[in-house]
């Protein structure tokens, strides 16, 4: 597959090619992220500063999967323990990225992290307490 230079790159197209390498691959380089994206190593650059914010825009879509799933699942409706397998059937295709961010310890240690994973966390309290 050759470089896309001249065509805008969607960025969505590029973090999913990313996250479909680096759940199977954990340390895969910038390099070998561009290349799996069909984008030169340059242009991955100017999306992302480096890998750091590659995993951080990798958190965001990790996030923004997981409360999509938790609105699809409708957890507060019915028995708990059919909510839970709703989510568990909406969450299933979430679950490489969510292992690879969980691997990445920078997104939770210290003041940077993302408030989405508490709200999250608060939704799925909310679903184990009516349990």
Request: a neutral charge; aromatic letters at 6%.
């Given at each position: 597959m050759g470089y896309r230079c001249l065509m805008a790159v969607d960025r969505e197209q590029v973090l999913r090619s990313a996250?479909?390498?680096?759940?199977?691959?954990?340390t895969a380089t910038m390099d070998e992220v561009a290349r799996a994206a069909g984008i030169s190593r340059a242009t991955l650059h100017r999306h992302f500063a480096?890998?750091?914010?590659?995993?951080?825009?990798l958190e965001a879509l990790g996030i923004a999967e997981c409360e999509a799933a938790l609105d699809a699942a409708?957890?507060?409706?019915?028995?708990?323990?059919?909510?839970?397998?709703?989510?568990?059937?909406?969450?299933?295709?979430?679950?490489?990225?969510?292992?690879?961010?969980?691997?990445?310890?920078?997104?939770?240690?210290?003041?940077?992290?993302?408030?989405?994973?508490?709200?999250i966390d608060a939704r799925l309290t909310e679903l184990f307490r009516r349990g």
């Amino acid at each position: 597959m050759g470089y896309r230079c001249l065509m805008a790159v969607d960025r969505e197209q590029v973090l999913r090619s990313a996250a479909a390498l680096l759940t199977r691959r954990a340390t895969a380089t910038m390099d070998e992220v561009a290349r799996a994206a069909g984008i030169s190593r340059a242009t991955l650059h100017r999306h992302f500063a480096g890998r750091d914010a590659l995993v951080r825009a990798l958190e965001a879509l990790g996030i923004a999967e997981c409360e999509a799933a938790l609105d699809a699942a409708r957890p507060l409706d019915g028995p708990a323990a059919d909510a839970v397998r709703r989510l568990v059937r909406e969450m299933e295709p979430a679950a490489g990225l969510l292992a690879f961010l969980y691997t990445e310890n920078q997104l939770f240690e210290g003041e940077q992290q993302n408030e989405g994973w508490a709200r999250i966390d608060a939704r799925l309290t909310e679903l184990f307490r009516r349990g």
